[in-house]
C-alpha cells in the first residue's frame, strides 16, 4: 500500500525559508509524478509544482520564483522549499502522488497535510 | 490557465437525498476531471477520474458525468459521511493543474 508521510517546520517568520520532505512508502518513484499542492485556511486547493524520478520539475508561474522541488532516489524521498514567504503563504501544505496515465492527470495518494503559519 | 467554476458553493441536505454539483471549465478538456472529497481537517480523497471513472475502493453512490466544459458530480442517497467538502480538477493541461472552488455539503 501506497503511503506519503510528511514534515518540516510549521511556523516560520517573513522573508524565511519554508521547507518540507515527504517520504513515499510502498513505491518506487519511477512512473509518476509527486506534487506539492498547498490549501489557505478556509480556501480552496493550489497546486505548487510536480517532480518525477529523473528529477525533471514543473512549477506554478505565479510561485516559480520562489520554489525548488528536488528528489532523493535514495531515500525514496521528496522536498519542497519555499523562499522569500510572506503571510500569504500560510496554509496547508500536501504532498501527492501525481498519476498521468492509469488516472488521467489525478492525484491518488496524498501526504496528511502540513500546517505552515508566517508570522513576525 | 484553464478556469474551474464549481456550483453551487455549499447545499445543504439530508440523509437519503441525491446531490448534484456542476464543475464548468472555462475551456474543453474532454475527460480530464477528477472529483475529490475533503472531510473538515482532512487530506483531499480522490473519488472520480476521467470525468466518470470510479477510484477503486469508492462508493458507487457516485457517480460522475460529463465531458469538454461541463461536469456534474451526483451522491445518490446520501450518508452521514458524505458530509464534506468536494472538488473538481481539471488535468487537461498535464503541468498547470486547477481545482474549482470547492462545494460543502451540509446537513439540512
Known amino acids: 500500500q501506497v503511503q506519503l508521510q510528511q514534515w518540516g517546520a510549521g511556523l516560520l517568520k517573513p522573508s524565511e525559508t519554508l521547507s518540507l520532505t515527504c517520504a513515499v512508502y510502498?513505491?518506487?518513484?519511477?512512473?509518476?509524478?509527486w506534487s506539492w499542492i498547498r490549501q489557505p485556511p478556509g480556501k480552496g486547493l493550489e497546486c505548487i509544482g510536480e517532480i518525477n524520478h529523473s528529477g525533471s520539475t514543473s512549477y506554478n508561474p505565479s510561485l516559480e520564483s520562489r520554489v525548488t522541488i528536488s528528489v532523493d532516489m535514495s531515500k525514496n524521498q521528496f522536498s519542497l522549499k519555499m523562499n522569500s514567504v510572506t503571510a500569504a503563504d500560510t496554509a496547508v501544505y500536501y504532498c501527492a502522488r501525481y498519476c498521468i496515465d492509469s488516472c488521467w492527470g489525478a492525484f491518488d495518494i496524498w501526504g496528511q497535510g502540513t500546517m505552515v503559519t508566517v508570522s513576525s | 490557465d484553464i478556469q474551474m467554476t464549481q456550483s453551487p458553493s455549499s447545499v445543504a441536505a439530508s440523509v437519503g437525498d441525491r446531490v448534484t454539483i456542476t464543475c464548468r471549465a472555462s475551456q474543453d478538456i474532454g475527460s480530464w476531471l477528477a472529483w475529490y472529497q475533503q472531510h473538515q481537517g482532512g487530506a483531499p480523497k480522490l473519488l472520480i477520474f476521467a470525468a466518470s471513472t470510479l477510484e477503486s475502493g469508492v462508493s458507487s453512490r457516485f457517480t460522475g458525468s460529463g465531458s469538454g466544459t461541463v461536469f456534474t458530480l451526483t451522491i445518490n442517497s446520501l450518508q452521514p459521511e458524505d458530509f464534506a467538502t468536494y472538488y473538481c480538477?481539471?488535468?487537461?493541461?498535464?503541468?498547470?493543474?486547477?481545482f474549482g472552488g470547492g462545494t460543502k455539503v451540509e446537513m439540512k
Open positions: 510502498g513505491w518506487s518513484f519511477s512512473g509518476y509524478y
Open positions: 480538477q481539471q488535468a487537461n493541461s498535464f503541468f498547470s493543474l486547477t
